[in-house]
T-cell receptor, first 111, second 115 residues
Framework: QQPVQSPQAVILREGEDAVINCSSSKALYSVHWYRQKHGEAPVFLMILLKGGEQKGHEKISASFNEKKQQSSLYLTASQLSYSGTYFC????????????WGAGTKLIIKP | NAGVTQTPKFRVLKTGQSMTLLCAQDMNHEYMYWYRQDPGMGLRLIHYSVGEGTTAKGEVPDGYNVSRLKKQNFLLGLESAAPSQTSVYFC??????????????FGPGTRLLVL
């Protein structure tokens, strides 16, 4: 079952912060985050493994709440280069060693 | 290091025609994947391979076949194309599987239009 991403789209001014959520109805082993710019391939951002850890990548960080079966991606002081569509991919016990991807969150950063 | 490459970049087919999409990676990765991406639906796994000579079905395998005769190549075949197979196809590879926490590296994609 596809994880639910929210919001579907968000428009920010450069320098503002954003939070993108990824929720599943299943117990998760891991959550993978990718960014895709228009017409390009998805690019890896980070993986959150079971254990509730928080990871960071420049001004982008993420958390994983196993109890809530949810992960959140935090973009701080957004830059124009952060524009794109963000996807989460989830791994659970019955996903048969596959990532199940959310529908994506479109992020538009305006100067 | 080219990473993951895909050929062709764009193709138009008529219903019923066949074609093969080629994916190549030069990172010595064991795992390779074929996804399709449709508007508003994210990525869906078609087939994947955990090593040379092995393949397995993903979420949406019907109408597609794959082969992994060499470690660096993963071929996706459409035997009889249908308009529902109009999509963008991405190949990806990873060093380890999900249990190893390996990221997937994606190719640039192939846009396929079936008329």
């Amino acid at each position: 079952q596809q994880p639910v991403q929210s919001p579907q789209a968000v428009i920010l001014r450069e320098g503002e912060d954003a939070v993108i959520n990824c929720s599943s109805s299943k117990a998760l082993y891991s959550v993978h985050w990718y960014r895709q710019k228009h017409g390009e391939a998805p690019v890896f951002l980070m993986i959150l493994l079971k254990g509730g850890e928080q990871k960071g990548h420049e001004k982008i960080s993420a958390s994983f709440n196993e109890k809530k079966q949810q992960s959140s991606l935090y973009l701080t002081a957004s830059q124009l280069s952060y524009s794109g569509t963000y996807f989460c991919g989830t791994e659970s016990a019955d996903s048969n060693y596959q990532l199940i991807w959310g529908a994506g969150t479109k992020l538009i950063i305006k100067p | 290091n080219a990473g993951v490459t895909q050929t062709p970049k764009f193709r138009v087919l008529k219903t019923g025609q066949s074609m093969t999409l080629l994916c190549a990676q030069d990172m010595n990765h064991e795992y390779m994947y074929w996804y399709r991406q449709d508007p508003g639906m994210g990525l869906r796994l078609i087939h994947y391979s955990v090593g040379e000579g092995t393949t397995a079905k993903g979420e949406v395998p019907d109408g597609y076949n794959v082969s992994r005769l060499k470690k660096q190549n993963f071929l996706l075949g459409l035997e009889s194309a249908a308009p529902s197979q109009t999509s963008v196809y991405f190949c990806a590879s990873s060093y380890l599987g999900l249990a190893g926490g390996s990221p997937q590296y994606f190719g640039p994609g192939t846009r396929l239009l079936v008329l």
